[in-house]
C-alpha cells in the first residue's frame, strides 16, 4: 500500500505485542510500482520508521535536507532506533506523521485532517519542524563550533539548507547574527546616501572627483552594493526551492534595490565611455550629473533610479513584526479590495458630477481627471482647498460628498479593523 509522493513507500504493516518486545517478526507486504525505477535505491540508503505499527520507508537524503528537525539530525533519529524492528520506533500519532513525511517532501505544511490542531502542534514541536514563507527550516542554535562541525560533515543538501539557514535566519547563530546586523548597517547608509546626494549643501560631494569627501562615499557606495549581491546571489543558490525564490516578495525587492547599479553600469560601458569604470561605478552609485545626462537618452535608466528607494523596504525582512503586519494585510485583502473599490465608484461618480456642475463658470475642475482629483481629497475628509466649488449647486453636492465620505470611511473601516485584529492576534500567537 502506497501512501504519499516522490519516492517515499508506506507499507501497511501489522505488529503483534511480541514483535515490539523482541518475538516473531512483522509481517510486511510490498505491492510492486509501475514506477519502479523510481525506488530503484541502495538498501542502505533507505530509512525505515514504524510509528505504531505502520512502517513508512524513505530516503535519508530527503530526510538530510532539513538537518535541525528531528528525523534530518542523523545524532538526534538514533535515539529512537530499534534493533527488534530494525526501524526507528516512534509511538506518536499515525496521521499527524503522514504530513510529517509530507513536510520532508514538499517542504509545505499540510495540517492532517480529522486532527485535533492541539494535537497537530505538539506534534511538530516533538519533530521539531518549523514552516516558514520561503519553505526553509529555522536553525536554532547558538553554537557557532558546533554549526560549522555539521555543515562540514553534512551532505550538499544539508550544507545548502544550513547556509539558507545562515543568510535567512538571524537566529540561526552568533555569526549569523553579525551577518544580518552588517546588512542593517549598509541598508542604513545606503539610504543615508539616496538622501544626502539630493541635498543642495552635499551633494557636490557625490558628483565632484575633487571633492574632499568624494571618494570615501564612492567605495563605501560600490562596499554597499557588493554586500548585497553576495548576499542576494547566496540566498539565490541555496533557496530550497527556485519557484519559491520568484514568488518571495522579499527577493524580488532587493533584486530592483541593485537593480539601478548594474543597469547604469553597463549602459555606460556599452556607450563606450571614456571616463573608465571608475566615473561609471560613482555616477551610478551616486546619482551624478552624468548619470542624469545618461538618462536623458536611457529612459529605462531614470526610471531604475526610482527603484532605489525599494532599499526601504529591506528592512522589512530583517523584523519578524513588520513581516506579521504584511501577512495579516495579505489576510485582509478581501476587505481592503472591497474599500478600494467603493473609493474608485464614489471618486468617479462624484467628480463626473461636480465637472458637469462646475465646468462652465469654475475654471478649476477643467476635467473629470481633476474633478475625481477634488472628490477623493474631499472624501477622505483630507480638504487642500486649492479646488473649491463656486456655484451653489456644487456646494450642494461637496456637502453631500463630505457628509457621506464621513459614513464610507466609517463603515468599512470598522470590518477592516476587526479583521485586521483577529487575525494579526491568530498569527501572533502562532508565531509564539
Not at 510486511?28 to 535505491?41: C, F, K, Q
Not at 492532517?112 to 529555522?138: C, G, H, M
Not at 554586500?227 to 530550497?240: E, G, M, N, S, Y
Not at 555606460?268 to 536623458?296: N, P, R, W, Y
Request: aromatic share 14%; charged share 20%; glycine share 6%.
Amino acid at each position: 500500500k502506497y501512501r504519499g509522493s516522490q519516492g517515499a513507500l508506506n507499507l501497511r504493516n501489522h505488529i503483534d505485542e511480541g514483535a515490539i518486545n523482541g518475538g516473531s517478526k512483522s509481517q510486511e507486504r510490498s505491492i510492486a510500482s509501475p514506477h519502479s525505477s523510481e525506488y530503484d535505491v541502495r538498501a542502505e540508503d533507505l530509512c525505515r520508521i514504524n510509528v505504531c505499527g505502520e512502517l513508512y520507508i524513505t530516503t535519508f537524503k530527503m530526510l538530510e535536507r532539513y538537518p535541525r528537525t528531528l528525523l534530518g539530525c542523523p545524532a538526534d533519529r538514533e535515539k529512537y532506533w530499534c534493533p527488534q524492528l530494525n526501524a526507528y520506533f516512534f509511538n506518536r500519532n499515525r496521521a499527524c506523521f503522514e504530513s510529517v513525511l509530507l513536510y520532508y517532501q514538499t517542504g509545505d505544511e499540510f495540517p492532517p485532517l480529522n486532527v485535533d490542531i492541539d494535537l497537530w502542534e505538539e506534534e511538530k514541536q516533538f519533530y521539531r519542524l518549523t514552516f516558514v514563507e520561503d519553505y526553509s527550516i529555522a536553525v536554532e542554535s547558538d553554537d557557532d563550533n558546533e554549526l560549522c562541525s555539521r555543515l562540514c560533515n553534512a551532505g550538499f543538501n544539508s550544507k545548502r539548507a544550513v547556509v539558507h539557514a545562515f543568510l535567512t535566519n538571524p537566529q540561526s547563530s552568533k555569526i549569523a547574527t553579525v551577518w544580518h546586523t552588517i546588512d542593517i548597517i549598509f541598508i542604513c547608509i545606503s539610504i543615508a546616501f539616496l538622501i544626502m546626494e539630493t541635498d543642495p549643501n552635499v551633494k557636490n560631494e557625490f558628483k565632484d572627483p575633487s571633492a574632499r569627501y568624494y571618494y570615501t562615499f564612492y567605495y563605501t557606495n560600490v562596499v554597499v552594493i557588493v554586500f548585497f549581491t553576495i548576499d542576494l546571489v547566496a540566498r539565490f543558490l541555496t533557496w530550497p526551492n527556485l519557484i519559491a525564490f520568484w514568488k518571495n516578495i522579499f527577493n524580488i525587492l532587493d533584486i530592483l534595490s541593485i537593480l539601478p547599479f548594474y543597469v547604469g553600469l553597463f549602459a555606460q560601458i556599452f556607450e563606450g565611455d571614456d571616463s573608465g569604470a571608475e566615473g561609471t561605478v560613482a555616477a551610478h552609485t551616486s546619482g551624478t550629473t552624468e548619470l542624469e545626462d545618461m538618462g536623458k537618452k536611457y529612459v529605462v535608466l531614470r526610471v531604475c533610479r526610482i527603484f532605489r528607494i525599494i532599499r526601504i523596504f529591506k528592512f522589512v525582512r530583517h523584523s519578524q513584526d513588520l513581516i506579521l503586519i504584511v501577512k495579516v494585510v495579505i489576510h485582509a485583502k478581501r476587505e481592503l479590495f472591497l474599500l478600494v473599490i467603493l473609493l474608485g465608484i464614489f471618486t468617479i461618480t462624484f467628480g463626473s458630477i461636480m465637472y458637469y456642475v462646475e465646468h462652465e463658470v469654475n475654471n478649476q475642475f477643467y476635467s473629470i481627471i481633476q474633478g475625481c482629483w477634488w472628490s477623493i481629497v474631499t472624501i477622505t475628509t483630507v480638504g487642500y482647498g486649492e479646488i473649491v466649488p463656486q456655484t451653489p449647486l456644487g456646494k450642494f453636492v461637496g456637502s453631500v460628498v463630505l457628509t457621506l465620505g464621513i459614513v464610507f470611511l466609517a463603515l468599512p473601516m470598522t470590518i477592516i479593523v476587526s479583521k485586521f485584529s483577529s487575525v494579526y492576534e491568530k498569527e501572533k500567537s502562532e508565531k509564539d
